[in-house]
């Protein structure tokens, strides 16, 4: 009995002390996007504002002023740029995940795509800047979505491949000996048992696509296509920078991913479970 209650007090204070480590930072942030400015230049800090002040978020969301128009411009193209990459690299990776699962491509390619992600993304800054700048497609949201489209692509395949892999080949066969084509069979036999891992690949490339800061430096330098990373440092290179303004933007810039999570829990927890097991 005595066994067990300390097992049961391990337990439960490893669990605090993880919702502790993965949350406190994030309290912090909004505690910080509503303290006064004096609040968070204090010595020793100050942890509980001393009056809760909420204008930032209503400068950022107001259209008409500066702030407020770099942060929803910035919103805007990483939405288009995240949400139109993970698109296109699901598209492209379901078939090619199939043609590695049931149709025997050769593991030696996938290995080598799977080595282009491993790479440090500096090694590709040159030819893809060249590419690109003889192209006229610097500082273009097209741009990121076909970089991050190719980052994603290697990614989406492997993982989506290892779903493919414990799906029932037999429902398969069945509807091969009634005529099906190949198109015909992902499309009404493996993509519905398989949304749970498109739900997990989805949400993964997107958050890899929507953190992703080094490319958007690189190759975008206005308003017209800048990325919400990028712009969170824009709005810490003044002289006198407001922690406050960049703490609203940091809770601000995860509300989307957050909501996106939430709503697809469910099917990203059995998708990423489903890949696990064989058999």
């Not at 067990?4 to 993880?18: D, E, G, K, P, R």
């Not at 800054?125 to 590419?131: D, F, V």
């Amino acid at each position: 009995m005595r066994r067990t209650l300390l097992q049961s007090v391990f337990l439960y204070t490893c669990v605090f002390a993880v919702a502790i480590f993965t949350t406190g930072p994030l309290l912090w942030l909004v505690t910080m996007s509503v303290s006064a400015p004096t609040d968070l230049t204090e010595v020793p800090l100050r942890w509980i504002p001393s009056e809760f002040d909420f204008s930032r978020y209503g400068a950022l969301l107001d259209i008409d002023g500066g702030s407020g128009e770099r942060f929803l411009s910035a919103l805007r193209n990483s939405i288009l740029t995240a949400g139109g990459a993970t698109a296109i690299a699901l598209f492209l990776a379901i078939p090619a995940a199939y043609s590695f699962s049931r149709r025997n491509a050769s593991m030696v390619l996938l290995f080598a795509f799977l080595a282009t992600i491993m790479m440090p993304p500096i090694t590709y800054i040159l030819p893809l800047y060249s590419t690109f700048s003889s192209l006229g497609m610097l500082n273009k949201t097209i741009t990121l979505v076909i970089v991050y489209t190719a980052m994603l692509l290697p990614f989406a395949t492997w993982l989506m491949k290892a779903n493919i892999d414990v799906l029932p080949l037999e429902v398969e066969q069945a509807a091969f000996m009634e005529g099906a084509s190949t198109a015909y069979t992902i499309r009404t036999v493996v993509l519905p048992l398989a949304l749970p891992a498109i739900a997990a690949t989805a949400m993964l490339s997107f958050l890899v696509a929507w953190d992703e800061f080094f490319y958007a430096l690189i190759f975008t330098n206005d308003l017209s296509a800048k990325t919400l990373p990028v712009a969170i440092a824009d709005f810490s290179a003044g002289r006198v920078t407001d922690y406050g303004v960049i703490a609203s933007v940091g809770v601000l810039a995860t509300l989307p991913p957050a909501i996106l999570a939430i709503c697809f829990q469910k099917f990203i927890v059995s998708g990423l479970v489903a890949g696990s097991v064989k058999g």
